[in-house]
């Protein structure tokens, strides 16, 4: 994900990380990644498996329908394919279908999660809305928008 203040670009590591052990600014970090919390965290039913360092996915509830976007490590690719996450996924896109969406990223790659199938949205810039409909033939058809464009300098 994208951290403005460090200038970190969405689906790059952040330059402060020390994989294995953690963020290397942890006290000094800026509040944008003080007020980030993951669903692992605001899920107490959520078993300790289901850890993002253990399963390599990060889960996040985004907008105001409470879509999921989970976030897979780049180094980890098909960690979102395996059991216990695929199935969580799955029956999230089923029990919200039509009314919230669940994508998975891997970088700047994103696959739209559906109740029938995954679909391949190529590469999605960060924050580029995506909107899709499933046609009359029942096969889901994605459109993806450019971002908003970035607000004026201050």
């Known amino acids: 994900m994208e951290v403005t203040p460090l200038a970190k670009p969405a689906g790059e590591w952040c330059r ?10 942890y006290d000094s970090r ?4 003080r007020d ?9 039913q959520m078993p300790d498996s289901m850890r993002p360092d253990k399963i390599k996915v990060l889960m996040i509830t985004e907008g105001a329908n409470f879509n999921l976007a989970a976030y897979c490590e780049p180094a980890n690719p098909l960690a979102w394919r395996k059991e216990p996450i695929y199935g969580l ?12 969406s669940v994508t998975v990223r ?13 679909v391949d949205l190529g590469i999605v810039p960060a924050n580029a809305p995506v909107s899709y409909v499933k046609g009359a033939d029942g096969r889901i058809r994605a459109t993806v928008s450019p971002p908003p464009a970035a607000g004026p300098s201050k």
């Not at 919390?37 to 899920?43: A, E, I, P, R, S």
């Not at 996924?89 to 919230?100: D, E, H, M, T, V």
């Not at 891997?106 to 995954?118: A, S, V």
Request: aromatic content about 10%; overall charge negative; some cysteine.
């Open 16 to 25: 402060h990380c020390a994989v294995g052990s953690g963020c290397e600014i």
């Open 30 to 33: 800026p509040q944008e990644c």
């Open 36 to 44: 980030f919390v993951c669903q692992w965290l605001v899920m107490p």
């Open 89 to 100: 996924l799955k029956r999230y896109a089923q029990q919200g279908w039509g009314a919230r």
């Open 106 to 118: 891997i970088g700047l790659r994103m696959w739209l999660i559906t109740p029938d199938e995954d």
